[in-house]
C-alpha cells in the first residue's frame, strides 16, 4: 500500500549531496549551500565506518573526495574524521571533515529542509547500512516533523529499514527501467520512484504516476531538461545546481 502524507513527499527541487555543483559533496557546507541557493530539501548518501558509524559517503573508497585512501568499509571513524573531504574539491573547503549521519540530520533541522537519505551499502553490508541509518534517525529526528525519506538501490536495504521502522517511508531508485520495478517497489511498500534522467521517458514517467507514486529525478542540472521533466509530472528535481533549477520551474 502506497503511504499518503499531509504535506507533499517530496519538495520540488533537491539538493544532490547537498549542493554538489558549489561545495564540496556530502559535507556540512554542501547542505547549507543547498539551503542558500533555495533548495526546497536536500538529498546524501549514509554509508558505514569499519565500526559500524554511518557517516555521509557516496564512493566505496576514500580516494576520490577525501585525502585517504582504501575502502570506506575498512576505515574506522577515528580515521575517518581525521581526513580532509573538502580540499579536492578547491583550497577554500580545506579541512572539511566527512560528517556524521547524526550531524547532517541535526543541521537539516537546523535549516528548516526536507531529507533524503540515500542507504548506500558496500557490498554484503545492506541490512546493517539500513538499520544503523534507522537508529540513527529515531534518536536526533524530531517527531513533530515530516520523517525523512529513505532510499536505496538496494533491496535489502529497504527491506530492512521496513522491517525496522515501518513508519519511515522509502522510495526505489533505479537506473534504467527494469523489467519487474513496479513489482519491487510494491512489495517494499515504497512511496517513491527515483529515476535517472537520461533513461526515463515520457511514458514510463507517465507508468510511475498512474501506479500512485511520487517521482523523484536525478541528477538533472539543466533548467530546460527540468522543466521538460517536470512536464512529464516529477515531482522532484534532484540537482547540483538548486540555484538553476529553482529558477526554471
Known amino acids: 500500500m502506497v503511504v499518503r502524507w499531509a504535506a507533499p513527499l517530496l519538495p520540488r527541487v533537491i539538493g544532490h549531496r547537498g549542493a554538489a555543483a558549489a561545495a564540496p559533496e556530502n559535507t556540512l557546507p554542501s547542505l547549507r549551500?543547498?539551503?542558500?541557493?533555495?533548495?526546497?530539501?536536500?538529498?546524501?548518501?549514509?554509508?558505514?565506518?569499519?565500526?559500524?558509524?554511518?557517516?555521509?559517503?557516496h564512493d566505496e573508497t576514500l580516494d576520490r573526495t577525501t585525502n585517504g585512501r582504501g575502502p570506506v568499509a575498512r576505515t574506522r571513524l577515528l580515521d575517518i574524521r581525521r581526513l580532509d573531504?573538502?580540499?579536492?574539491?578547491?583550497?577554500?573547503?580545506?579541512?572539511?571533515?566527512?560528517?556524521?549521519?547524526?550531524?547532517?540530520?541535526?543541521?537539516?533541522?537546523?535549516?528548516?529542509?526536507?531529507?533524503?537519505?540515500?542507504?548506500?551499502?558496500?557490498?554484503?553490508?545492506?541490512?546493517?547500512?539500513?538499520?544503523?541509518?534507522?537508529?540513527?534517525?529515531?534518536?536526533?529526528?524530531?517527531?513533530?516533523?515530516?520523517?525523512?525519506?529513505?532510499?536505496s538501490f538496494a533491496p535489502g536495504s529497504l527491506l530492512a529499514a521496513r522491517l525496522a521502522a515501518p513508519e519511515l517511508p522509502r522510495g526505489l531508485l533505479l537506473w534504467d527501467d527494469p523489467e519487474g520495478w513496479?513489482?519491487?517497489?510494491?512489495?517494499?511498500?515504497?512511496?517513491?520512484?527515483?529515476?535517472?534522467?537520461?533513461?526515463?521517458?515520457?511514458?514510463?514517467?507517465?507508468?510511475?504516476?498512474?501506479?500512485?507514486?511520487?517521482?523523484?529525478?536525478?541528477?538533472?542540472?539543466?533548467?530546460?531538461?527540468?522543466?521538460?521533466?517536470?512536464g512529464w509530472g516529477a515531482d522532484a528535481i534532484i540537482t547540483d545546481r538548486p540555484d538553476v533549477v529553482a529558477g526554471a520551474i
Open 33 to 57: 549551500e543547498a539551503k542558500r541557493q533555495g533548495a526546497g530539501g536536500v538529498e546524501f548518501d549514509a554509508k558505514l565506518t569499519a565500526d559500524g558509524v554511518p557517516v555521509l559517503f
Open 85 to 151: 573531504a573538502g580540499l579536492w574539491f578547491g583550497p577554500e573547503w580545506r579541512r572539511t571533515p566527512v560528517p556524521l549521519l547524526e550531524d547532517a540530520l541535526k543541521l537539516v533541522v537546523e535549516l528548516d529542509l526536507d531529507v533524503n537519505v540515500e542507504i548506500k551499502p558496500c557490498p554484503g553490508r545492506e541490512v546493517e547500512t539500513a538499520q544503523q541509518v534507522v537508529r540513527v534517525i529515531g534518536q536526533v529526528w524530531p517527531r513533530e516533523r515530516k520523517p525523512p525519506l529513505l532510499s
Open 182 to 230: 513496479a513489482s519491487q517497489a510494491r512489495e517494499l511498500a515504497c512511496v517513491s520512484v527515483h529515476c535517472a534522467e537520461q533513461y526515463l521517458t515520457a511514458g514510463w514517467a507517465a507508468e510511475i504516476k498512474r501506479a500512485g507514486y511520487a517521482l523523484a529525478v536525478y541528477t538533472v542540472n539543466d533548467p530546460v531538461r527540468a522543466r521538460v521533466l517536470t
